[in-house]
């Protein structure tokens, strides 16, 4: 039977369960944690006091997964997902990857094949290294790639990270989940380019497409195969939820549940709120673990779409995208 590996060991895919495809437990700098967060708003105990009991909860509606896709770029950090997983009732899928909009960090910069240093491409070594070993000496698998392409497009930092994430999913079958952004549509872009690396858009899951209502785009991406993350559910600024519950019941409609996961890309911490975070989460009352369960699920229901439906897209989706 095909496993999946988790920060707490290898899981069968049979017995991922419901699982929220897109869910951060930290998003982090550490440069900005280390210089103004500690001493300051930043409590490592607290916070991942706090992570236990929020991912506990979650637990307890049902959820049996999460999937993180947390890479460099907003502040992976294992050992401390590891203290988490050591005390919740949830599998936690972890990535590898690189989040950037724009440049390749400085480290990545001058070391590739006819650079500076001249290797073979050290983002497919590193990914690699995630994904068959382990990563930083934690024994922690990743078992997704993760990248991002927003509004800027294949800047030519942009376009490294996404070929060496495509090759490294080509290289270790390991799937991909993709960072887009809607207003700009570029969960084409993201297809295309991992298309000429040979990557099967069936591993792909177009992160935040659910940010859009452009029923047309949704079912041109689906269409190839590929998974739209409909997963900023309370991220109101980005699309209100009534909006994304609708574009899901028409896509329901017409016969593209089995091409939908649901998340919130929610957190325990959000360091771009700095010492104001629970400031500004209670703006967004909604953008958290819960609000699926709560409030989406049953708004999805009375709309008509089938519990069979809700089933591909929290168990059975994920579970095909992890196979
Ligand atoms: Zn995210």
Redesign the pocket.
């Known amino acids: 039977m095909a496993t999946v590996e988790t920060v707490n060991g290898p899981v069968a895919v049979e017995d991922l369960g419901p699982t929220l495809m ?1 869910e ?1 437990v930290f998003v982090l700098s550490t440069e900005h944690v280390q210089n103004y967060g500690e001493g300051s708003w930043w409590d490592e105990e607290a916070q991942v006091a706090n992570a236990v009991v929020k991912l506990n909860e979650l637990a307890a509606t049902g959820i049996r997964t999460i999937v993180d ?1 947390t890479v460099w770029g907003i502040g992976r950090y294992i050992p401390r997902i590891q203290r988490v997983a050591a005390q919740v009732d949830l599998n936690i899928i972890v990535a590898t990857g690189l989040y950037q909009y724009q440049e390749l960090p400085h480290q990545y910069a001058y070391r590739g094949p006819g650079l500076t240093v001249d290797v073979p491409e050290p983002m497919v070594t590193d990914f690699t290294t995630d994904i068959r070993h382990g990563i930083a000496g934690t024994g922690v698998k990743a078992a997704f790639l993760k990248c991002a392409i927003e509004a800027y497009g294949l800047t030519p930092g942009v376009e490294r990270i996404a070929r060496a994430v495509a090759r490294t999913s080509v290289d270790t079958g390991v799937p991909i989940t993709v ?1 887009t952004s809607a207003p700009a549509q570029t969960g084409r872009l993201a297809l295309d380019v991992f298309g000429k690396e040979g990557v099967d858009p069936t591993k792909v899951v177009i992160g935040h497409a659910g940010d859009s209502n452009d029923l047309d785009y949704l079912m041109e991406l689906a269409d190839t195969g590929a998974t739209l993350g409909m997963d900023r559910f309370g991220l109101d600024l980005f699309n209100p939820t009534e909006n994304r519950v609708a574009t899901i019941v028409a896509l329901a409609e017409r016969g593209y549940a089995d091409r939908m996961v649901l998340a919130h ?1 929610a957190s325990c911490f959000i360091d771009y709120f700095g010492g104001l975070h629970d400031a500004a989460r209670a703006t967004m009352p909604n953008w958290n673990y819960l609000h699926i369960g709560n409030d989406v699920l049953p708004a999805l229901r009375a709309a008509g779409v089938s519990e069979e439906q809700i089933n591909q897209m929290l168990v059975d989706n994920p579970r095909r995208y992890f196979s």
Do not use: E, I, K, L
Request: hydrophobic share 0%; charged share 20%.
């Open positions: 897109h951060h896709p960072h890309d």
